[in-house]
């Protein structure tokens, strides 16, 4: 099951100017310090080293604790070196990337970068965890989702979190649908295919060059058995120039094996 998936699930700028743009600094001891790690991290991150850049990143959070502008960039990272991490060292990973967006959204409650990477980092861990905890999770990723857009709309990646939501409970099996009546009272109102749908297309009107939402809404077009929709998004795709994310390069992979899938259907 790919919550996807709830993940994050993924902005849609240049990596330089994601991790370069953020919070106003403060002159504070230890921010000189932080922000040169900071673009470190930013470099490191432009060339897809991820765990380049989180170790620059921690850094930085040793020179300056509790600086929202670290903890949201280290949650955000953590999120995407998690996706591909499994066993134990996944789980540590993502509950790191959890507890850094928290003491993010601690630092700054009405900043939407906290509230999104909190939404990401618990989809990530939902995808680690059995049917019972995701359904469990799903609650707050919605809360903060929701939380996350009432402060920026304009976030992209907050919608492909909230079309991922939708898309999960929308297509939950009797077991499952028996589970979320014990967890949640029942399947959330409002969960649908038709909103998965819409919100990812908000999505990609709102960074139409990010792999990943374009990948995420072939596979709901999959989903729902509207092949030329979904050939249409993963060809789309595929040809986009891989500059919104380290990721992309794993994402186009993934595109076009959904592609060769279609082609053998």
């Given at each position: 099951m790919r919550?996807a998936?709830?993940?994050?699930?993924?902005c849609?700028?240049?990596?330089v100017?994601?991790?370069?743009?953020?919070?106003?600094?403060?002159?504070?001891?230890?921010?000189?310090?932080s922000?040169?790690?900071?673009?470190?991290?930013a470099e490191?991150?432009?060339r897809?080293d991820?765990?380049?850049a989180r170790?620059s990143?921690?850094?930085?959070l040793?020179?300056a604790?509790?600086r929202?502008?670290?903890?949201h960039?280290?949650?955000?990272?953590?999120?995407?070196?998690a996706?591909?991490v499994?066993?134990e060292?996944?789980r540590?990973?993502?509950?790191a990337?959890?507890e850094?967006?928290r003491?993010?959204v601690?630092?700054?409650p009405?900043s939407?970068?906290g509230?999104?990477?909190l939404?990401?980092?618990?989809?990530?861990?939902?995808?680690?965890e059995?049917p019972?905890?995701q359904?469990?999770?799903?609650?707050?990723?919605k809360?903060e989702v929701?939380r996350t857009l009432?402060?920026?709309?304009a976030?992209?990646?907050a919608?492909?979190?909230?079309a991922?939501w939708n898309?999960?409970?929308?297509?939950?099996n009797?077991?499952?649908?028996?589970?979320?009546?014990?967890?949640?009272?029942?399947v959330?109102k409002?969960a649908?295919?038709?909103?998965?749908?819409a919100?990812m297309?908000k999505?990609?009107e709102l960074?139409?060059?990010?792999v990943?939402h374009?990948?995420?809404q072939?596979?709901?077009?999959?989903?729902l058995?509207r092949?030329?929709d979904?050939?249409?998004?993963?060809?789309r795709?595929?040809s986009?120039?891989p500059?919104?994310?380290p990721?992309?390069?794993k994402?186009?992979a993934?595109?076009?094996?959904?592609?060769a899938r279609?082609?053998?259907n």
């Amino acid at each position: 099951m790919r919550i996807a998936s709830l993940s994050v699930a993924c902005c849609a700028a240049l990596p330089v100017l994601i991790l370069l743009s953020a919070q106003p600094v403060l002159s504070q001891p230890g921010h000189d310090r932080s922000d040169e790690l900071l673009g470190q991290a930013a470099e490191r991150y432009a060339r897809g080293d991820l765990k380049g850049a989180r170790a620059s990143t921690q850094e930085a959070l040793s020179a300056a604790p509790g600086r929202f502008t670290v903890l949201h960039r280290l949650a955000r990272i953590e999120s995407m070196l998690a996706e591909d991490v499994s066993g134990e060292d996944g789980r540590r990973l993502v509950a790191a990337a959890v507890e850094h967006a928290r003491e993010a959204v601690k630092s700054a409650p009405d900043s939407a970068a906290g509230h999104l990477e909190l939404a990401v980092a618990l989809g990530r861990q939902a995808l680690k965890e059995g049917p019972k905890t995701q359904l469990s999770l799903s609650r707050e990723i919605k809360s903060e989702v929701d939380r996350t857009l009432a402060l920026n709309p304009a976030q992209g990646r907050a919608w492909h979190v909230l079309a991922l939501w939708n898309r999960r409970l929308a297509s939950l099996n009797f077991m499952e649908r028996t589970i979320a009546k014990t967890v949640l009272g029942g399947v959330p109102k409002g969960a649908s295919m038709e909103n998965a749908v819409a919100d990812m297309q908000k999505s990609i009107e709102l960074e139409p060059a990010y792999v990943n939402h374009r990948l995420e809404q072939g596979r709901t077009f999959m989903q729902l058995k509207r092949t030329s929709d979904a050939r249409r998004e993963l060809e789309r795709a595929v040809s986009l120039p891989p500059s919104g994310s380290p990721l992309d390069p794993k994402y186009q992979a993934e595109a076009r094996d959904l592609l060769a899938r279609l082609k053998k259907n």
